[in-house]
């Protein structure tokens, strides 16, 4: 996971650690529901795909290819939660840390089944995991993933498209929330 700011305002730095932390965990979910959804399918429609064929016989991935989309999940947890959920009056720093990643976690989980429902989404991931970079199928994957994310979460917005919009309108070194 990069850690950084995704929209105005995303300056969470200890839930930005926290799933940084957890990166590793939960990263094999993003791959693993969608492979499950696609695997599937191809089963029920006995469709015997090269990519089918090529998930059967990996037993990993590069965790890279999906990397992109596990940080727009991440902002977009941080960006619904806002400023709500922080720290209580007598909750150690450890009891914060570990509250922080439980709902981080359970967050992660339901988006993903949510985000299985879309055929799209799951055939991209299991396509940029197949065809990890620098295969032209695979970065084509991992840029319709950015799509796809950018249009479900479009209600954060984007510091690079805020930024590109306003230089357009004449606006010159716009700084983010501090």
């Not at 939960?26 to 029920?44: F, H």
């Not at 914060?96 to 985000?115: A, M, P, S």
């Not at 479009?154 to 010159?172: D, F, H, T």
Request: contains cysteine.
């Amino acid at each position: 996971m990069w850690v950084g700011s995704r929209f105005w305002g995303d300056n969470d730095a200890v839930l930005m650690d926290v799933q940084h932390q957890l990166y590793p965990v939960i990263i094999g979910l993003l791959y693993g529901e969608p492979r499950k959804c696609y695997l599937d399918a191809s089963r029920l429609v006995q469709a015997d795909t090269e990519l089918a064929k090529r998930l059967l016989a990996e037993e990993s991935f590069d965790h890279r290819t999906l990397q992109s989309s596990h940080d727009f999940i991440a902002a977009w947890f941080r960006f619904r939660r806002g400023s709500q959920g922080g720290r209580t009056l007598f909750e150690a720093v450890d009891d914060y840390r570990d509250r922080l990643g439980r709902e981080w976690r359970v967050f992660y989980e339901k988006e993903i089944l949510t985000l299985c429902e879309d055929d799209d989404f799951v055939r991209a991931v299991v396509t940029a995991a197949a065809f990890p970079n620098p295969d032209g199928a695979g970065r084509a994957a991992e840029e319709q993933l950015d799509e796809i994310l950018a249009k479900r979460y479009a209600a954060m917005g984007s510091r690079a498209y805020i930024e590109k919009a306003l230089n357009k309108l004449g606006a010159k070194n716009v700084e983010a929330d501090k």
